[in-house]
């Protein structure tokens, strides 16, 4: 399905209710009633060819942006991955730390095995929490140098030489050990945990780690698709001003 | 569990593609790797970059190329080349492939040819044994002690090639990649200590 902008909102989110974060990330939150697409992103100011490049890319593994790449600006797609980082430092790893609590605080036996799960969870979330800081700390503010450069025509020697060293091409590849814990915690929780009692909290456990997966794996997409080809772009006009 | 089929479809016709893959997708273990038109620049590399079990060709996406394209293919001994084919397809062309689905056949009978066409395959693999064999289990102890695959070669007396390989067999049995991972599965299953653990280095 194609998200266009005279959809009702409610029906997409029927469609496909994983979206309901992504929204939340733009400032919606629920209860809209039967308003479009447009008439939202209009009442709350967002840029409306964003909202449906991300929402479609992350819909749908097969969408390409093309058509939508140039009409916004990357600070904005900046500010919507920092919300994204922010709601899974703020709300999703918390809400599973929690559930893996209660798991423990619920076992009588077994009680060393859920501490080394805890244990390895928390281990996960260094790891996850650091490289989100990498991003936000050397990654992201560099994309707006890129951009704040390009719009006033101004390029400091400085950034040319980062633009030399350092590409964002480099960036990509950054991704995969996050993923493999998180990998790991699956299927230790799946083939290896001994069997406890509450099976119904290991499921939402479960399932909150594989939304969260999903919800990595878009947003590494969004990043790879989206941000990573427009910021090459710019690299290249910045070292082609410069010659 | 036995390791998944990969199929590569090349067709240019829609349809025809949605409808092979949504053929494959009834079989257990098997699926749909990617789908061809089949004019695409460096055909026959892409296709076996994805090191498929099998390819199923439409003659006609391939137009002219098609002789080439089936030479390279055959050189592949591993891979099962399924020509898509109608009732009146020419000898020559017919002549080519080893394996064939009509594409005139009825849902029941083509599944038939393709697990017919899988079938071989499946039986010619060895048995699966997930269990982790004592020197495994003695060399997941070393990993979880924190030494590098230096130390291990050293103390088990082998090359670091065969640690390595000994490494990757732990990670696809157990399905766990990091140390940390494979830490926790040793606590839980008491194959090392956690006072030994803790005082790794």
Redesign the interface.
């Given at each position: 399905m194609l998200i266009e902008k005279d959809m009702n909102l409610a029906d997409v989110l029927h469609h496909d209710h994983n979206l309901i974060p992504v929204i939340n990330r733009f400032g919606i939150k629920l209860g809209f009633g039967d308003s479009t697409i447009e008439e939202i992103c209009s009442d709350l100011n967002i840029n409306l060819d964003f909202f449906l490049t991300i929402t479609n890319t992350y819909h749908d593994p097969r969408y390409f942006a093309n058509s939508h790449l140039k009409s916004f600006d990357v600070y904005l797609l900046v500010d919507y991955l920092k919300q994204t980082h922010k709601n899974y430092l703020n709300d999703r790893i918390p809400y599973i730390a929690r559930l893996i609590k209660q798991l423990m605080e619920d076992t009588t036996e077994h009680k060393?095995?859920m501490k080394?799960?805890e244990?390895?969870y928390k281990?996960y979330v260094n790891e996850l929490t650091r490289h989100i800081e990498r991003e936000e700390k050397v990654v992201y503010p560099y994309v707006l140098k890129l951009e704040k450069a390009i719009d006033t025509a101004v390029f400091p020697d400085e950034l040319t030489h980062q633009v030399k060293t350092y590409s964002i091409t480099d960036y990509e590849k950054e991704h995969e050990?996050v993923e493999?814990?998180l990998?790991?915690?699956k299927?230790?929780i799946i083939?290896?945990?001994?069997p406890t009692s509450n099976q119904n909290l290991c499921f939402s456990i479960i399932h909150e780690l594989f939304i969260l997966e999903k919800d990595l794996n878009e947003h590494a997409r969004i990043e790879d698709t989206i941000l990573v080809p427009k910021v090459e772009s710019m690299e290249y006009v910045i070292l082609n001003n410069k010659n | 569990m036995a390791k998944a089929t990969r199929v590569i479809i090349i067709e240019q016709a829609y349809l025809l593609a949605a409808g092979l893959e949504a053929l494959v997708g009834e079989l257990h273990g098997v699926y749909v790797e990617h789908v061809y038109h089949g004019s695409e620049p460096n055909l026959t590399e892409k296709v076996l970059g994805h090191k498929p079990d099998i390819i199923i060709v439409d003659p006609n996406s391939l137009g002219e190329q098609f002789f080439s394209i089936m030479k390279a293919f055959q050189n592949e001994t591993d891979i099962k080349v399924v020509g898509l084919l109608s009732d009146n397809a020419p000898n020559p062309i017919k002549g080519r492939f080893s394996h064939q689905l009509n594409r005139n056949h009825c849902k029941f009978d083509l599944l038939e040819d393709l697990k017919k066409i899988i079938g071989n395959d499946l039986e010619k693999k060895p048995s699966h044994n997930q269990k982790l064999s004592n020197r495994e289990i003695e060399l997941l102890k070393q990993v979880c002690l924190g030494l590098t695959n230096q130390e291990i070669a050293d103390k088990l007396f082998l090359s670091v090639h065969t640690v390595m390989t000994h490494r990757k067999n732990i990670t696809k049995k157990l399905g766990i990649k990091t140390v940390s991972g494979l830490t926790v599965y040793a606590l839980m299953n008491n194959l090392v200590d956690i006072r030994e653990v803790e005082n790794r280095g």
């Open positions: 060393a095995s080394l799960l244990n390895f281990e050990n493999e814990k990998f790991d915690l299927n230790i083939k290896y945990l001994p | -």
